[in-house]
């Protein structure tokens, strides 16, 4: 039985509007570092200066976010069911919680990147399982980028691809909306 789902933040609860690519060439993350790792590979005052940049972005992005639609359906379906839920992101906690608060979001556990080893690891991923006190077999995860998947595939979890309307990824199941995923849910798995 399904009895919980983990969340990606940026692009699966609230719209993608982070350009990474932009983000990525602006800070100077070379194609095979992510950018966390990148910036902590830097002498201090350059690392610095690099993690303000990024920041202001994070900053920028969760003030100006919206929900991405159906996460207000989706997750109000979960609390109904009794599905408990995680939100998993590599933001930094301030963007985070400031995303949450302003959306009037709840979540049972929320991890940023301050909690624990970015994602593609499996850290975040297992320790939202650790903090619902679930095992893979009862939880599924749900993100719009490889990153959310590899974290997933890591931890032995199930994972639902949201394209957004634009599949970058080879994987199924995926659906296209947030408004598609309870039924999903459903044919993977009863659900409280």
């Known amino acids: ?18 350009d990474f ?17 990148y910036i902590e590979g830097l002498p201090k005052a350059q690392a610095e200066e690099k993690y303000e940049i990024l920041l202001s972005i994070e900053r920028d992005a969760a003030e100006a976010s919206t929900l991405n639609g159906g996460v207000e359906v989706l997750l109000d379906e979960l609390i109904t069911r009794r599905v408990k839920t995680a939100l998993v992101t590599n933001n930094h906690r301030w963007a985070m919680e400031y995303v949450v608060e302003k959306h009037g979001l709840r979540f049972d556990t929320m991890l940023s990147r301050d909690d624990g080893v970015l994602k593609p690891s499996p850290d975040l991923v297992e320790r939202a399982m650790s903090a619902l006190d679930l095992t893979t ?14 974290s997933c595939a890591a931890a032995g979890v199930r994972f639902i691809y949201l394209t957004n309307g634009d599949r970058r990824l080879d994987h199924q199941p995926a659906v296209e909306r947030l408004t598609e995923v309870i039924p999903l849910l459903e044919a993977m798995g009863p659900l409280p």
């Open 137 to 150: 077999d009862q939880v599924v995860g749900l993100g719009d980028g490889r990153y959310d998947l590899e």
């Open 1 to 18: 039985m399904i009895q919980g789902i983990i969340l990606d933040m940026d692009g699966t609860v609230t719209e993608p509007i982070i």
């Open 21 to 37: 690519p932009a983000m990525r060439a602006e800070i100077g993350v070379p194609p095979d570092s992510t950018i966390i790792d």
